[in-house]
């Protein structure tokens, strides 16, 4: 069978193309794909180390089966309208700058008594460069998802009312927020609690990376926000 692989950010650079086929008999496992992938498609053979694959936007393992009609994507490692449902939860990736302000609010309640706010914000040096402006990029679908669901986990371990996350993506300039988490709750120490859990969580997890941009240069970083 051919299967449609998608690529993000430094992957889909080096291959010159945000997807690739590749030719792989039916069931066979992620591993087996990650080998072709590299046999067949030799300028992606070196950036594979610390890749994952998701099939069918959710974290598969070397095991998993490949079957036809998966959508498949190859997931660099990761620096990811809004999406509201009725747990309380409000996640979503844009291009559009943020307004914390205006996230924060939405989230308000008479129960609460504490309205905590992260900013991740882009700043002008980073390893002794000035940074010019980052690049944002994003696999939209599975990123919100993701965001939505570390929102429903945090929502679950703390005493919380409600959780908004947001990520910018696009070209970002010195001083624009990337990242915003807000929660409210009734108490400050589950809200500064839950809000520093989800933050860590949306840079290991979320499917966002970022290019740093310099005089002479630019480099794809680990790390979302």
Same mark, same amino acid.
């Given at each position: 069978?051919?299967?449609?692989?998608?690529?993000?950010?430094?992957?889909?650079?080096?291959?010159?193309?945000?997807?690739?086929?590749?030719?792989?008999?039916?069931?066979?496992?992620?591993?087996?794909?990650?080998?072709?992938?590299?046999?067949?498609?030799?300028?992606?053979?070196?950036?594979?180390?610390?890749?994952?694959?998701?099939?069918?936007?959710?974290?598969?393992?070397?095991?998993?089966?490949?079957?036809?009609?998966? +959508? @498949?994507? $190859?997931?660099?490692? /990761? #620096?990811?309208?809004?999406?509201?449902? !009725?747990?309380?939860?409000?996640?979503?990736?844009?291009?559009?700058?943020?307004?914390?302000?205006?996230?924060?609010?939405?989230?308000?309640?008479?129960?609460?008594?504490?309205?905590?706010?992260?900013?991740?914000?882009?700043?002008?040096?980073?390893?002794?460069?000035?940074?010019?402006?980052?690049?944002?990029?994003?696999?939209?679908?599975?990123?919100?998802?993701?965001?939505?669901?570390?929102?429903?986990?945090?929502?679950?371990?703390?005493?919380?009312?409600?959780?908004?996350?947001?990520?910018?993506?696009?070209?970002?300039?010195?001083? +624009? @927020?990337? $990242?915003?988490?807000? /929660? #409210?709750?009734?108490?400050?120490?589950? !809200?500064?609690?839950?809000?520093?859990?989800?933050?860590?969580?949306?840079?290991?997890?979320?499917?966002?990376?970022?290019?740093?941009?310099?005089?002479?240069?630019?480099?794809?970083?680990?790390?979302?926000?």
């Amino acid at each position: 069978m051919n299967v449609r692989v998608r690529l993000f950010a430094a992957l889909r650079e080096a291959a010159g193309a945000s997807e690739i086929t590749i030719d792989l008999p039916e069931g066979e496992p992620v591993s087996r794909l990650l080998g072709e992938v590299r046999r067949q498609h030799p300028a992606l053979a070196d950036r594979c180390e610390g890749v994952v694959v998701a099939v069918n936007q959710e974290y598969a393992d070397g095991s998993a089966p490949v079957a036809s009609g998966d +959508e @498949v994507a $190859l997931i660099p490692p /990761v #620096s990811g309208g809004a999406v509201s449902d !009725a747990e309380g939860v409000q996640a979503g990736v844009t291009p559009k700058p943020l307004d914390t302000r205006r996230i924060a609010e939405s989230l308000k309640a008479s129960s609460d008594g504490a309205l905590i706010t992260f900013e991740g914000v882009v700043r002008d040096n980073n390893l002794g460069r000035r940074v010019l402006f980052l690049e944002y990029e994003a696999y939209g679908e599975m990123a919100e998802s993701v965001l939505r669901r570390i929102g429903r986990e945090t929502l679950e371990d703390y005493d919380i009312g409600g959780i908004a996350l947001w990520h910018r993506t696009g070209r970002l300039e010195i001083g +624009e @927020v990337s $990242l915003v988490v807000a /929660v #409210s709750s009734p108490h400050r120490r589950a !809200a500064f609690d839950a809000c520093r859990e989800a933050v860590e969580k949306v840079k290991a997890l979320a499917p966002v990376w970022k290019r740093e941009v310099w005089d002479g240069g630019s480099e794809w970083l680990r790390g979302a926000g």
